[in-house]
């Protein structure tokens, strides 16, 4: 994970569930996009771990994190890598 930001990492480690928050600060837009991003990154780690989901459930989960994303984008300027 070389390539990643400080920031990528915490984010990194809050969607893969080996810290239970992460700490944000900034402009309200700029942090409400960021958490919105990292609920959707997470709720899709979570259903793809599980054996139990099925494709019908990823679904909607991959599409809601790729809107998240592209309104991250917007708000930032910055690609959502994770």
Do not use: C, H
């Amino acid at each position: 994970m070389s390539n990643y930001t400080i920031d990528e990492s915490a984010y990194a480690s809050y969607i893969l569930g080996s810290v239970k928050s992460v700490k944000l600060k900034g402009k309200k837009e700029i942090v409400e996009a960021t958490k919105n991003v990292l609920e959707a990154s997470r709720d899709l780690y979570t259903a793809l771990s599980s054996d139990s989901t099925t494709f019908d459930q990823v679904l909607p989960l991959l599409e809601t994190k790729r809107t998240r994303a592209k309104a991250y984008n917007k708000v930032t300027g910055r690609i959502w890598r994770l």
